[in-house]
């Protein structure tokens, strides 16, 4: 297979793109502005906030690996991946009518659960293109490359929402203004218009997968039929079962405290808004350049020992800045927690492309989706519960750790393929 290195970029460069919707709206800007502006209180926000997830997650639970079955029977999954980009766009564009105040709670959790369900079922249609743009001895580095571009273009955006909207004095704060912090909620549309504009290319240069011919109708009913046979067939694969379960598990660990990583450091270390950006360029720094240097070693050593390497490391990390109470430190253990996050998410993409059986890859990763959600409704909902029981967050984030420690533990037993079953589809 010969590699084709202008869809590579493009590829790449749709994670530079949608990582901008993680950063901005679902970790570091506005589900701050919510939690701090718009909510009651910071604890009822919090709740709310992990509630509007937990919902969320369930719907793309239930979609994904649906959705998925009926693209591998269909064929394309262009059409699908355009249709879900656009509905994340207008749902993070109606985040810019929530203003500072309790009675634009309903509209802030609406817009947000609408538009992270899309961004998420794009991504199922998103990891599945990596096979067919990648000779198998370099799945590890693509895959690590995307997610490493991916933290750099969630950090550009943030630069640039931090210098030309959320400063009193940024570039287009005196154009916007500061009233009901118009200035704050510009930076959702800053988001859509980001997101479009770098997604573009993938559309242009990156290769489809032949259309099978099939109406829609019955792709729809074989893909369905077809997705029943295949959970029947999990039941006698204990391997693969275990891979889902474990990587649901640590990537649910991960994916709270992305989300609630911004809210925390604004109600247990009181950072502002611009601190909590200034924090979040850093990590995204770190990040990035995780992802991008263990890519390597996923080819050279198995995506496996990445993961669990990266797995046991946010273990340690997380408890050292779960028990730190001084600014200082929060930022120490943060910034090494972020090292691992890029690692133990593009090493899980390659694994789970690498155990994928040929002609299953979108309905696979709808599958390695749905358990993900699975569990990962249950993170936020817990976090929430535990905020509430307590009234602290700190209380709310020590329950992380649990996810880390049992998908740890799973994926110890999971059985790494000698050589990836999956072999590229022919694209058109």
């Known amino acids: 297979m010969t590699l084709d290195r ?20 679902g970790t570091f800007i506005f589900s701050v502005y ?68 309790p009675s634009n709670v309903v509209l802030a959790l609406v817009g947000v659960a609408v538009a992270t369900t899309a961004f998420e079922l794009a991504g199922v249609f998103y990891n599945a293109m990596l096979p067919a743009l990648s000779p198998p001895h370099m799945l590890g580095r693509i895959s690590g490359w995307g997610w490493g571009v991916g933290y750099f273009g969630g950090l550009a955006c943030l630069v640039l929402a931090l210098f030309g909207f959320v400063q009193a004095d940024g570039l287009f704060t005196g154009w916007i203004g500061t009233e009901a912090q118009a200035n704050v909620r510009a930076t959702s549309v800053l988001v859509a218009v980001w997101y479009a504009l770098f997604a573009l290319p993938l559309f242009l240069f990156v290769p ?75 990590l995204n720094v770190f990040a990035g350049t995780g992802a991008i240097g263990f890519a390597w070693l996923d080819d050279w050593f198995g995506a496996k020992r990445v993961i669990l390497v990266s797995v046991l ?35 899980g993409r390659s694994f789970m492309a690498r155990m994928a059986p ?19 409704f249950v993170g936020p909902l817990a976090l929430g519960f535990a905020t509430e029981a307590f009234a602290s967050q700190r209380a709310g984030m020590a329950s992380v750790l649990i996810f880390f420690v049992i998908g740890f533990a799973l994926m110890l037993t999971v059985r790494e393929p000698a050589s990836p079953p999956l072999r590229p589809e022919v694209a058109h």
Do not use: H
């Open 34 to 101: 919510f939690t701090s502006a718009v909510a009651e209180s910071e604890v009822a926000g919090t709740t709310a906030w992990s509630r509007a997830m937990a919902i969320s997650g369930l719907a793309i639970a239930v979609l994904s690996p649906m959705l998925g079955a009926i693209a591998d029977q269909a064929g394309r999954r262009k059409p699908w991946l355009a249709l879900f980009t656009g509905i994340c766009l207008a749902g993070t564009v109606a985040l810019w009518w929530v203003r500072p105040d």
């Open 313 to 347: 490391a946010l273990c340690v990390t997380g408890a050292a800045l779960l028990m730190v109470t001084e600014k200082t430190w929060f930022w120490v253990f943060a910034l090494g927690l972020g090292i691992f996050f890029g690692p133990a998410q593009a090493a």
């Open 208 to 282: 489809d997968t032949p259309a099978t011919g099939r109406p829609l109708g019955a792709a729809v009913r074989d893909g369905i039929g077809m997705l029943g046979r295949t959970l029947r067939y999990l039941r006698g694969n204990g391997n693969l079962v275990r891979w889902f379960i474990a990587s649901a598990l640590y990537r649910d660990g991960i994916n709270t405290i992305t989300a609630f990583g911004g809210i925390y450091a604004a109600g247990t270390f009181g950072m502002g808004f611009e601190e909590i950006v200034i924090f979040a360029i850093v």
């Open 6 to 25: 202008r869809a590579v970029a493009a590829w790449c460069l749709y994670d530079w793109a949608m990582s901008a919707f993680n950063t901005v709206v």
């Open 358 to 376: 040929p002609g299953m890859v979108t309905e696979m990763f709808g599958l390695y989706s749905l358990t993900g959600r699975a569990v990962g």
